[in-house]
């Protein structure tokens, strides 16, 4: 009677071990030296990068819209990405996906002593605290809790780099290196953006490029002031540009090169007031 209830997880997870086995023997097939695709092998980890990356916005993507369908879909295209990769570092004798999934839960276990050990972690915070000093444990830095620079140096090197800067300006204000009130936030914005018309003015791109980071920068502040989502801000008007400019090319009777700017904007404003009206 006690072994009835566990029977279909049983059943599921042989399941699943069964399509991921083979998916595993198709990216080996794929790479087979002699019988693979000529793309496949062709591939490098350095390669599959833009895939990497591509995949995972698309899962994002996926989940904000919120299509079941098109989540699992995405996940399996992410999926691929870290099977095909194994493969790829299995080939060159480096380590294969049994490494991989053998780490990544030799992790899991080691950071979370209060679900595998005796360790105390109540509250998400209390766990939070035990993951980084287990972290800094395993790569041999002193853990310093108050020290930020190790982290905000992570966020800058593993994080887009919008998403990095909303990480990295969030921990500074926690650790005190904040304005008093945001009219300093705003006189701040005036004074980066006078200094990027300067450099654009005067000074080489070099210059330039860094006035402009500093200006967005400064953007990225007054969104946490604000309590906006900068990433999520700039998404979503790409997402508006995009439908308006799909509309405005789909009543051009002519290729929109051949418009002067003024009918480009009017064309532009029409667009933008039909999708401002309620959808019935």
């Known amino acids: ?33 002699e ?22 916005y698309e899962v994002v993507d996926a989940i904000q819209v919120g299509e ?4 699992a879909e995405e996940l399996g295209d992410l999926l691929l990405q870290v099977v095909l990769q194994a493969q790829v570092a299995s080939d060159n004798g480096d380590f294969d996906l ?4 053998t780490g990544i839960a030799d992790k899991l276990v ?21 993951w980084d000093r287990i972290k800094a444990a395993e790569k ?3 853990h310093n809790p108050n020290q930020l620079t190790p982290k905000l140096v992570k966020y800058s090197r593993t994080l887009p780099p919008l998403m990095a800067a909303s990480k990295i300006s969030v921990k500074a204000a926690k650790a005190g290196f904040e304005w008093d009130d ?44 604000y309590d906006l989502d900068p990433s999520e801000a700039l998404q979503s008007t790409n997402r508006r540009f995009i439908k308006r400019f799909e509309l405005v090319e789909s009543v051009a009777e002519k290729p929109l090169g051949e418009y002067g700017i003024e009918e480009l904007e009017a064309l532009w404003q029409k667009a933008k007031a039909q999708l401002a009206k309620p959808q019935n």
Not at 68 to 71: G, L, P, S, Y
Not at 184 to 208: M, S, T, Y
């Open 98 to 101: 049994g490494t991989v999934a």
């Open 140 to 142: 041999g830095i002193p």
């Open 182 to 225: 945001v009219d300093g936030v705003w006189d701040k914005f005036h004074e980066e953006l006078d200094e990027f018309r300067a450099a654009l003015a005067n000074e080489p791109k070099e210059n330039q490029q860094a006035e402009l980071g500093d200006l967005l920068f400064t953007l990225v502040n007054l969104a946490r002031w």
């Open 110 to 130: 080691r950071r979370h002593p209060h679900i595998f050990g005796d360790a105390s972690g109540e509250t998400p915070e209390e766990v939070s605290q035990n």
């Open 68 to 71: 079941k369908d098109a989540i």
């Open 1 to 33: 009677m006690n072994a009835m209830p566990d029977e279909p997880l049983f059943t599921h997870r042989a399941a699943i071990l069964a399509a991921l086995e083979r998916l595993i023997d198709v990216i080996a097939q794929l790479r087979h030296p």
């Open 35 to 56: 019988t693979g695709c000529p793309w496949d092998l062709a591939q490098t980890p350095t390669s599959l990068i833009p895939y990497v990356i591509e995949e995972a």
